[in-house]
């Protein structure tokens, strides 16, 4: 448990009928108390790996106003190839905490992905994730004024690096 002074962690967007009320979260200062935990699983059998999480933050605000909480979670699945190559495929659940009494659209997605473990306790890799019922905002998609949810894009590359010590 920590106990915030005054940190900028809490989402807030707008009302739509505000002149800057765009949909783009903005931060709050939150003063109060917060509770993060998370339990996460892993097992792996012959060339076959399966791992999951779940993580949670419950902000109490000091002001007197109601709990607001975030969660996330993921489940993979990867087969090992020669053991030197990765093929995962991952499914990505997210809802932020935001203010002003507004719930959140939960941000889901697909990613489908390789790893190249050369050694020396490293690898990298790149994925690739696809929204899941219209959850990702698409970069050329104009900004949806209810979505609170991160920005993230749909159609979207990402380069991984891991380093174990």
Not at 19 to 29: K, L, R
Not at 114 to 125: D, E, T
């Amino acid at each position: 448990m920590a106990s915030d002074s005054a940190n900028p962690v809490l989402p807030v967007s707008l009302p739509p009928g505000d002149a800057e009320g765009v949909g783009i979260p903005g931060y709050t200062e939150f003063t109060g108390n917060r509770f993060a935990w998370s339990a996460d699983l892993g097992i792996r059998y012959r060339a076959w790996s399966f791992a999951g999480e779940y993580a949670r933050v419950e902000y109490d605000p000091s002001g007197g106003t109601d709990e607001v909480s975030s969660d996330a979670w993921y489940a993979q699945g990867a087969y090992s190839l020669w053991g030197a190559f990765d093929l995962l495929a991952r499914y990505d659940s997210f809802k932020p905490a935001v203010g002003l009494g507004t719930e959140p659209d939960r941000t889901q997605f697909l990613v489908f992905g390789f790893m190249v473990n050369p050694g020396f306790n490293a690898k990298f890799g790149l994925q690739y994730s696809v929204g899941i019922d219209g959850s990702l905002v698409g970069v050329s998609q104009a900004i949806d004024r209810t979505n609170t949810g991160p920005g993230l894009a749909d159609n979207q590359f990402l380069l991984n690096l891991q380093l174990a010590f």
